[in-house]
């Protein structure tokens, strides 16, 4: 899923991390990198979109399309006075598919928005939900008819402020390339791996840490990377690698 949402880019500045020892110490100074590089973009995890119920509305309608799609559906759901948790949760489908059209699959994301809506209302509605102890908010998620763990941490983490750490194939893609990462592959391995690393850091460097890696992912590690322009070059095993070959082809 192509998360972007919190206004990142407006973050103020935060302390650089310490570094520890071992994944720690890695996983702080992969960050301070990226920090370095792409800690003065004004760019937004959700481009112009900041209220939780937004985040909140934005994680499913992103789901398989890009923002920009996203984005029109948010707009029509403003419109209709409907971007509010107690109008999505008691639409009929039919009428919330229609709404929601401009983001792809709409009866899919018609229903998932109407199922996350009727978690939040039965948390107690928007304000009680945003206050729940983190491992209860992301059970509650997580049994939520089409919310997987990525954008159950997305919505905890950017419209709740909880220091829960997001991953996605570009965070996977990245950090086996840099040759680190936990010995298994799966979600909770990964999540567990950062948040462990992480300990101590407020919210913002979990949010920052995100979405420097999507940008990151984006603009210069691609499935073909441009490792010559990229800032974790000296810090990345397959970045050498590829430019060990390169110079041994020229030879
Ligand atoms: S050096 Fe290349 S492979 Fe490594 S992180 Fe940068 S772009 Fe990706």
Known sequence: MDHRGAEIGSLKKNRRPGRGTG?????RQIYDTL??????????????VARPIDVIAGAVLVQHTNWRNAERALDALREA????????AAMPEEHLATLVRASGTPSVKARRLRALARTIRDAGGLGAFLVLPPAEMRT?????????AESADAIALYAA????FVVDAYTRRVFRRLGHGPAGNGYEHWRAWFESAL???PVEVFQRYHAWLVLHAKAVCHPAPRCAACPLLAACAHGRALATEASASRR
């Open 23 to 27: 994944a720690q110490a890695v996983v």
């Open 35 to 48: 920090d370095a590089a792409y800690g003065g973009e004004h760019w937004h995890w959700m481009p112009d």
């Open 161 to 164: 402020g909880k220091r829960i």
């Open 140 to 148: 509650r998620l997580l049994a939520t008819h089409g919310i997987g």
């Open 81 to 88: 006075g409907a971007l509010n948790i107690d109008a999505l």
């Open 199 to 201: 300990q101590g850091e």
